[in-house]
């Protein structure tokens, strides 16, 4: 992952050069693109450096937020790079600009090697991490590859609006990931369901546990991308043994950890002294109501 954001740095260089001496907005765009690789290989590789940091009294849940904020932020700053490229598009189509495709070409082609070699050196890893990152490396050497193409056309028939067309596209691209980001990290820091989590399968379960009579005030949310918690109470029978309790407990565990819940609280209740029982999700105002007490 270390090589992979530092070739990937090596292409963005690359493509910035290149569209500064062609003056090609497609190529610009592209290396708009390839900062969505930067920032998602930067991001796989501090979570996996992250995942060994050991959490403490401060932090403890770690330090794994902090790859969510940074890509909220890299989120946000690709979507004004899109808007960016789609002014610049907008006047270049009233006033086309010359490209000089050979540095077009031969920067692209930078890009595409690169990306190929890293993509398909990696493609049989097994860390989601590292394979969402394959994927931003794939796609970008396919935007690389329709920039090459570009870049031959504009060099044998000087149809310069080619390259407008093309950022417009890209920057579509772009802003599609962008959003889908800025989005993601949104849920997580609002502490929403994580995406592909059913709520109402993870109550269901939950339920169907024997010995479990009940349960509510359930919250699941997202510590980090790929790690979910998830905390509730259940009602059982009060003369239960903390050994049978433990039991039931490790069921609830292992039931979850297989709908992609790794981290689980689970309060135990009496039915005879239920805490405000019949409400699947605690509300705002009970949340006052026990600070004020």
């Known amino acids: 992952m270390k090589r992979a954001f530092l070739l990937t740095l090596v292409i963005l260089a690359a493509e910035v050069t290149g569209a500064y001496l062609s003056h090609s907005l497609a190529l610009m765009s592209d290396a708009g693109h390839v900062l969505t690789d930067v920032a998602a290989i930067g991001l796989s590789w501090y979570a996996l450096r992250q995942a ?10 770690g330090y794994m937020r902090s790859g969510i904020l940074a ?17 610049e598009a907008y006047r270049r189509f009233s006033h086309p600009v010359p490209v000089h495709g050979g540095w077009m070409f031969g920067s692209a082609a930078v890009g595409l090697c690169l990306n190929l070699y890293l993509g398909l050196g990696m493609r049989h890893d097994e860390d989601l991490n590292v394979r969402s990152a394959v994927l931003h490396m ?7 590859a329709g920039v090459i ?12 609006v080619l ?4 950022s417009v596209l890209i920057a579509l691209l772009i802003a599609s990931g962008a959003w889908r980001i800025v989005h993601q ?3 997580i820091l609002m502490e929403g369901t994580p995406r592909g989590v059913d709520f109402n399968e993870v109550v269901k379960t939950i339920k169907s546990v024997p010995s479990v009579r009940d349960v509510h005030d359930v919250h699941i949310w997202t510590i980090t991308s790929g790690r979910n918690a998830l905390s509730c109470h259940i ?10 309790a433990q039991a039931l407990l490790r069921d609830i565990e292992h039931r979850l950890v297989h709908m992609g819940i790794g981290h689980v609280t689970v309060q135990t209740e009496d039915p005879e002294h239920p805490h405000e ?16 007490h």
């Open 185 to 187: 990290t949104v849920l």
């Open 138 to 144: 794939l796609g970008d050497a396919a935007a690389s």
């Open 149 to 160: 193409v570009a870049g031959f056309i504009i060099l044998f028939t000087h149809w310069y």
């Open 277 to 292: 029982a019949g409400e699947l999700c605690c509300q705002p105002e009970r949340l006052s109501e026990a600070h004020s």
């Open 163 to 166: 390259d407008p067309i093309l």
């Open 71 to 87: 890509a909220l932020a890299n989120g946000v700053a690709l979507i004004l790079i899109t808007v960016w490229i789609l002014f």
């Open 235 to 244: 009602v059982v029978d009060g003369n239960m043994s903390v050994h049978s």
């Open 52 to 61: 060994e940091k050991p959490s403490n009294s401060n932090m403890t849940f």
